[in-house]
C-alpha cells in the first residue's frame, strides 16, 4: 500500500487532499501539512512513497531538485494553480515524476498518486489546462 506524505497547502486543498486520500483503501496518508522546511526531516522519518507538493510553496523549484536527490524513492507529485508546461517540464527535470493543476479532477489526482508511486511520469493533457493528465513511464 502505498504511503503518502503532503506538505503544506491551501485550507481547502488540504482538507480535499486528506478526504481524498481517506478515501481510497489502497493509500495511506502519513502525514500532512508538513511546511516545506520540515518536509526533508518527514521524509527520513516516514518513507513515503509520494509526496505531494504545493507549486506555491515552493522558495524555488530546486527543493524539488533536492528532495529528488536526497530521496530518490519518494516520488514527487506537484500540485500548482494552472501550471504552464514549462512549469511542469522544470518540475520534471528537477526530478517530480507528476505535476498536476489543483484543478484536476479527484479521481485524477488519486490516479496521479498511483502511478508515480510506481514510477510513471504524469502530465496534464495540456499546458496550463484542468483536469485530465497523460502518463509516460
Known sequence: MPSVISAKFEDLVAVGLKAL????????????DVPMDQLQK???????????????TLRTPAEVFQLHQQHPETRIVVLANRPSAAECNQ?????????LS????ARDIISAIHLASRGMHVLPRSAGAAGGMETSP
Open 21 to 32: 486520500i481517506a478515501e481510497d483503501p489502497n493509500l495511506e496518508l502519513v502525514a500532512s
Open 91 to 99: 518540475m520534471l527535470s528537477f526530478g517530480a515524476t507528476a505535476c
Open 42 to 56: 518527514r521524509i527520513d522519518q516516514l518513507a513515503p512513497a509520494v509526496a505531494l507538493l504545493n507549486f506555491g
Open 102 to 105: 489543483k484543478e484536476t479532477e
